[in-house]
């Protein structure tokens, strides 16, 4: 597994960590505080319902709190949804964040590849369309893309959706990365597709990873219990519910969070760009670049990691994903490239 995410810097000796995309503000203090207020509360086993998390989401969301599965991280649930329905046809848009392929793969599924195509910027679509038919059980696409961070338009989503329920397929909507974005949640459709399920996580827009929380929220209850049954008992921890609890407490946070990486990407874009590296659009907080250098391999050298997507399916070689992180930050790995560009490193 470590191979095909980011993240690794255990095995790897890192200054700055580019390689997994999460708020560039970093976990708010006020989070910090609760979980360290919290130590106590491990005494006693966690809420198994998670009850004041869900209330919380549902009044963000303006959604009914018992819409709403509580994970372990994102992960846990992506894998709860495939072994609900072991030996289920899926269609998974690729390139793609590997938990996909890897959940359902593990739970004997028949797996499908839609591959987005360099020359369309590896955009969505309308000819996914074509590919959608009765065979499947189930769509599997985030928005927006990882690794990419293309953005899908709104209408061809709703193609998408409509065409699903059509044919009974479960539509499986990652918007993990939605509120760092410019984009729109579709959560509040689960009212009017039964067939929709959307899955978010608190890693990314807090800034929390090693806290492991994320949820899942469809309008169709049976599923939602068909899908639990696949969870353990106390799988998400006091710890994860607390710190949960307090981020939803922080209204205007995901606001300058998203303003952050909007200055940041733009900084990292036009870096990136001025060394006539080809850079792709993205409305997320992350970058996907191309180039002929062994990017990976010399920024380690100067102790920087970053994300070498060469494993992603539907890429290859050459291509590289780097968070968007503090200006300064950006500019520290901005210059070790420039560095690396005037001593002339050497090629693939």
């Known amino acids: 597994m470590k191979n095909i995410h980011g993240g ?5 000796k890192t200054d700055l960590d580019f390689s997994v995309n999460i708020s560039p503000l970093g976990m708010p203090d006020k989070v910090k505080d609760v979980i360290v207020k919290s130590v106590d509360s491990i005494n006693n086993y966690p809420d198994m319902e998670c009850k004041e998390l869900k209330d919380k989401l549902g009044e963000k969301y303006g959604i009914t709190p018992s819409f709403f599965l509580i994970g372990n991280g994102s992960s846990e649930i992506f894998m709860a949804i495939a072994h609900s329905k072991p030996g289920a046809k899926a269609l998974i848009i690729v390139p793609s964040f590997y938990g996909y392929e890897y959940a359902f793969s593990n739970a004997g599924c028949d797996i499908e590849y839609y591959y987005l195509k360099e020359e369309d910027d590896y955009k969505l679509k309308e000819d996914v369309l074509d590919v959608i038919n009765g065979g499947l059980d189930y769509v599997i696409m985030s ?16 193609k998408i959706l409509d065409k699903c329920l059509k044919y009974n397929i479960r539509l499986i909507l990652d918007e993990c990365f939605i509120e760092l974005s ?3 949640s579709l959560i509040h459709e689960i009212y009017n597709y039964s067939n929709l399920v959307i899955i978010n996580s608190f890693t990314k827009t807090y800034g929390i990873p090693g806290i492991r929380l994320g949820f899942m929220v469809t309008g169709d209850d049976e599923y939602l219990k068909d899908v639990s049954k696949h969870l353990p008992e106390w799988n998400v921890s006091t710890l994860a519910q607390k710190a949960g609890i307090a ?9 300058k969070a998203k303003e952050c990486v909007i200055k940041g990407r733009e900084q990292l874009e036009d870096g990136l760009k001025s060394m006539g590296i080809k850079v792709y659009p993205s409305d ?25 997507c060469s494993n992603y399916r539907g890429l290859c070689e ?8 503090s200006a300064k930050d950006n500019e520290v790995l901005l210059n070790e490239m420039r560095k690396s560009e005037e001593t002339h490193e050497p090629d693939r």
Do not use: H, S
Not at 143 to 158: C, H, K, M, R, S
């Open 8 to 12: 690794n810097i255990y095995d790897n």
């Open 143 to 158: 928005n927006p893309n990882n690794p990419t961070g293309a953005l899908i338009d709104e209408t061809v989503i709703y």
């Open 182 to 184: 410019t984009g729109k």
């Open 247 to 255: 981020c939803l407490e922080m209204d205007e946070y995901p606001g």
């Open 284 to 308: 997320a907080d992350y970058v996907l670049f191309k180039d002929n250098k062994n990017w990976y391999d010399i920024l380690l050298q100067k102790k920087i990691l970053i994300r070498d």
């Open 318 to 325: 050459g291509y590289y994903r780097i968070a968007v992180k």
